[in-house]
Every structure is written in structure tokens, then in C-alpha cells.
């Protein structure tokens, strides 16, 4: 009898480790035979999140929607820490988590994406918003595997300009970031769409011109801003990541000053009428558009590595927002025009980035004016 209750004993204590071990959670995917779970497309953020209202989220959203419509296994990683070092070890965490494809959104990937299209040849990658390097630039090489692209922001900020001028506003300002050459772009359209428009109308338009050496909101942006703001500017292209969040913060002090909306932005990259009720429209880069066409150029066999693609209105890779733009005239359906007169050739738009400041470059403006600020 002993015996019997010693072996039941036995038993019951195996029962019991056994139904242990298939509660353990993480432990359990450590049986015999078990397969780590593995993710076909990646996007490897920046230090800013997939619901950044940039190009995180852009990049994130093209992403998904083909990963959607077609199945496929997807997932984002996101570095610990800024730095070559850092975005490149999590490339190499996306990989080794069965990535095919990998997204990486923003020049800051430059030399991540070099080093990594050497070292993993078999793996795919696109770049978006710049072109690979090494780390002090003296070779770019873009692999068979990756496909670096640009976008012609010249357009963009010609449609945005346009508008606004169209809508009604004389007096304008940009205010951009570091002269780098996808501001310098935005900000020769936006100067040439501002004329076009005035030709159009018959009126002429003045723009204060400055660019703030740094992609962060500051208190001086937001001064500069506000002075323009005072003495007539009413609208204000926010140019370069965070900078537009400090023309907003002065368009909305005008604002509540004035208690009436006499202080307006134009937002950048991305739709960001959800920053402030102050932004009316934003110039565009369709990182949802490219990304989702380059994740179906590598499924169907015709990825364009080792060259850079270009995005613009030809195959609508830029635009002006317009789902929530905040315009008393400018119709939609003005926009559809215009955006098809940039596509058939009407307006030809300078867009060479070795002169920054627009009053110096030979734009052809006649009815405009520009006023660069150091």
C-alpha cells in the first residue's frame, strides 16, 4: 500500500510540473520543436513613435496598408538611443526577427542603411528622404538591395504657396530649419507657387525669409514668429520638424490676442492640421504613397535598387493637404486644377539648392517680393 501511494504521489507531482510549465507564458515557447515567430517587413523608427504626425507615421501607415491588404507579417522596432550605432543594431534586430524588407524613414538612416546593404546583401531596404553614405561622406553607394528615395519638396511648397495666395493672403513668411537641400526646395517653390499665383490675381505679395540653424522649436523661432505676425504676416510656412510648432505657438498668441483668426501656418511633411487650429494646409511628402509603391515594386519583382527614386506629382509622391485645410475660398476643386497644371507642364519651378536665399536665386519672380533675415 506504501508503495502504490509513493508511486500515485510521483504521478501527481509530474501532473503538476507538467501543467506548470504550460503556464509559464514566455517559458513555454521554449519546447522542442517550437518556431520564433518572424516578421517580413520592418520599419525601424527614428527616436520618435509610429503615431509621430511625421514621417514615422507616414512611413508606418504605407506600410501597414499593403501588409494589410496582403497578409503579410509585419512589425516596427524602435532604437534605444539616437546614433549610427544604434539605429544600425536595430536594423540587425529586424533582420534577425525574419525582416525581408526593412523601411527606414529619414536622412538620419543614411549611414545606418550603408553599412547594413553591404553586410546583409540578401536583405532589402528603402530609404526614404535620403541617399546612403559613409560617415564622412566622401562615398555614396547605394546597393542593389536598397532604394533611396527622394522627393521633389519644390512642388509641394509651390502648391502650398499657391493656395495661400489664392485664398486670399499677401503678406507671407518661412520660416525653415537648417538650410539643408530639402528646405531650401520647399522654400523655392513656395516662393515661385507665391508669385504664380499673384500673376494670376494681379497683386503683389511680400515674404519674409529666415532659416533658424536647427530643426527644434525654440523661443527665439517662436519670437521671430510672433514679430512677424505684428506687423502684418499672415501666413507663415513652418519649415523643418519642430520649427513649425513654434510658428503655431505664435500664431495662436496672435490669435487669442487679436480674438480672431488673423494669424495662419502651413505645416510640413506630413498633414498636421491636428498640431493647432492655426494650420490651414501642409506641404506634403507622400511618404504613405512611396512606401506602400515601394513594398509592391519588391513583391512584384521590379524593386529599382541601386539607384534613387524621385517622388513628386508625376506619380503623386507630393502634394498639399487638403482633407482638413482651413481655406475661406480655395476649393478642392482648385486644387485638382492646379495640381494637374504642375503635372501637364504649366508652371516650371527652379529648384537649385546651391542658392538658399530665394531674393539672391534667379526665380523670375515679379510679383513678389522677399525679404531674406539672417
Known sequence: MKKLLSVLLATM??????????SSGPAAT??????????????????????????????????????????????????????????????????????????????????????????YPDIHFVLLDGEPH????????????????????????????????????????????????????????YVQGIDAAAKELGVQCDVKYNYTGQFAATPEAQALAASWYNTGTEVVFGCGGAVGNSAMSAAEGKNQQEGSFVAKVI???????????????????????????????????????GKTTTFNVNNDGVGAAMDHAKFNTFTKADYDVLYADLKGGKYNIKNDVTESDPSKADLGLTNTTVTFIQ
Open 30 to 119: 521554449s519546447n522542442a520543436g517550437a518556431q520564433k515567430e518572424t516578421f517580413d517587413l520592418a520599419l525601424v523608427t527614428d527616436l520618435g513613435t509610429i503615431d509621430d504626425k511625421s514621417f514615422n507615421q507616414g512611413a508606418w501607415e504605407g506600410l501597414v496598408k499593403y501588409a494589410n491588404e496582403k497578409g503579410i507579417s509585419h512589425k516596427y522596432y524602435q532604437p534605444q538611443e539616437a546614433g549610427t550605432n544604434a539605429y544600425f543594431e536595430t536594423i540587425e534586430l529586424a533582420i534577425e526577427g525574419g525582416a525581408k524588407l526593412v523601411v527606414c524613414p529619414g536622412y538620419l538612416f543614411e549611414e545606418p542603411v550603408y553599412m547594413a546593404q553591404q553586410q
Open 267 to 305: 505645416g510640413v511633411d506630413v498633414d498636421q492640421y491636428s498640431e493647432s487650429d492655426t494650420v490651414i494646409t501642409s506641404a506634403m511628402k507622400m511618404l504613405s504613397n512611396s512606401v506602400y509603391d515601394a513594398i509592391t515594386m519588391y513583391y512584384n519583382g521590379s524593386f529599382p535598387g
Open 134 to 189: 559613409n560617415a564622412d561622406y566622401s562615398d555614396y553607394k547605394t546597393g542593389a538591395n536598397t532604394m533611396p528615395i527622394l522627393y521633389q519638396e519644390d512642388q509641394a511648397g509651390f502648391l502650398a504657396g499657391y493656395a495661400a495666395v489664392k485664398d486670399g493672403n499677401t503678406k507671407l513668411g518661412f520660416l525653415g530649419g537648417m538650410a539643408v537641400p530639402a528646405v531650401i526646395r520647399f522654400g523655392l517653390g
Open 13 to 22: 507531482m509530474v501532473v503538476s510540473l507538467v501543467a506548470c510549465g504550460q
